[in-house]
């Protein structure tokens, strides 16, 4: 990504989301967002996108073996999970007193 503007994303750590496109495909189930990488424009969300890598035993790990791990998948895959109106929803942004607040489109509730 561009060094000159910080993109702002509406999706924030311990998020509930929902994956819309690609392998983990499933506008039903809410996940959680474990880490946003706000850089690459990528986000960590539970149980998707799991890699699994064969790694030699070591002085940390005597036994070696497979481990499996979440990689990031892009910020545009994923979608915020409306508890109310139990969908996923896009997402604007209202100012009160200073301060910005995120309200979903569909049900109008603040996140």
Do not use: C
Not at 44 to 49: I, R, Y
Not at 57 to 73: C, F, L
Not at 78 to 100: C, F, H, Y
């Amino acid at each position: 990504m561009s060094n000159r503007f910080k993109p702002k994303y509406n999706i924030k750590k311990g998020d509930q989301v929902v994956v819309i496109t690609g392998a983990d495909k499933d506008r039903t189930k809410p996940r959680l967002v474990k880490e946003v990488l706000v850089d690459e424009g990528k986000v960590l969300v539970e149980g998707v996108n799991i890699k699994t890598r064969h790694t030699k035993p070591s002085a940390q790990n005597t036994k070696g073996g497979i481990v499996k791990s979440e990689a990031p998948i892009n910020i545009s895959n994923v979608m915020l999970w409306d508890a109310k109106a139990k969908a996923p929803s896009k997402v604007r942004r209202e100012r009160e007193n200073g301060k910005t607040a995120r309200v979903f489109k569909k049900s109008g509730e603040k996140i």
